[in-house]
T-cell receptor
């Protein structure tokens, strides 16, 4: 029973366009959300986070949106670059640990 | 480099053998996490330390698994009597306080 869902296993986007990665969660008590990026043969790298008191957080080309009523968050990358090609994990803070989604593989095509 | 390091990076072992992995966190981080990741899945929480105290263990952590962080610095994860289902990437992460963790590169375990 997945508490964090990323329903798109993969996504392809043209360089320069917007990438939108989606994540849904089941527990309305979750209050802190994160996105990680993972390249092959490396551990996940923290990208951006948002707490439940906000609905948007922006860091350069990366923006995370949180819709608490829908229990949905999304990561927008604009403009997308080939170096953004990686697996993106959505994670939620649950007690003292973090629960991760299964990931979405983003391919940015030149 | 002051990131999280893990050793070894790869381990191949025969079923029934014991293996031990080491994680060296970022030095000022008081929290240390172990996760397991299998193909097509996100990292799954195994256990968590605050300083030297092991505060939480997942039900995924069977009796064959044990983790220590004796001085609140590095940590070890031991798997006894390995099984083929233990084959996975074992990831360590550290953090200071409750923020998102910084992950190491992982140890890939293959049990033959």
């Amino acid at each position: 029973d997945q508490q964090v869902k990323q329903n798109s296993p993969s996504l392809s986007v043209q360089e320069g366009r917007i990438s939108i990665l989606n994540c849904d969660y089941t527990n309305s008590m979750f209050d802190y959300f994160l996105w990680y990026k993972k390249y092959p043969a490396e551990g996940p790298t923290f990208l951006i986070s948002i707490s439940s008191i906000k609905d948007k957080n922006e860091d350069g080309r990366f923006t995370v949106f949180l819709n608490k009523s829908a229990k949905h968050l999304s990561l927008h990358i604009v403009p997308s670059q080939p170096g953004d090609s990686a697996v993106y994990f959505c994670a939620v803070n649950y007690g003292q640990n973090f629960v991760f989604g299964p990931g979405t593989r983003l391919s940015v095509l030149p | 480099d002051t990131g999280v390091s893990q050793n070894p990076r790869h381990k191949i072992t025969k079923r029934g053998q014991n293996v031990t992995f080491r994680c060296d966190p970022i030095s000022e981080h008081n929290r240390l996490y172990w996760y397991r990741q299998t193909l097509g899945q996100g990292p799954e929480f195994l256990t968590y330390f605050q300083n030297e105290a092991q505060l939480e263990k997942s039900r995924l952590l069977s009796d064959r698994f044990s983790a220590e962080r004796p001085k609140g610095s590095f940590s070890t994860l031991e798997i006894q009597r390995t099984e083929q289902g233990d084959s996975a990437m074992y990831l360590c992460a550290s953090s200071f306080g409750s923020g998102g963790g910084y992950f190491g590169p992982g140890t890939r375990l293959t049990v033959l």
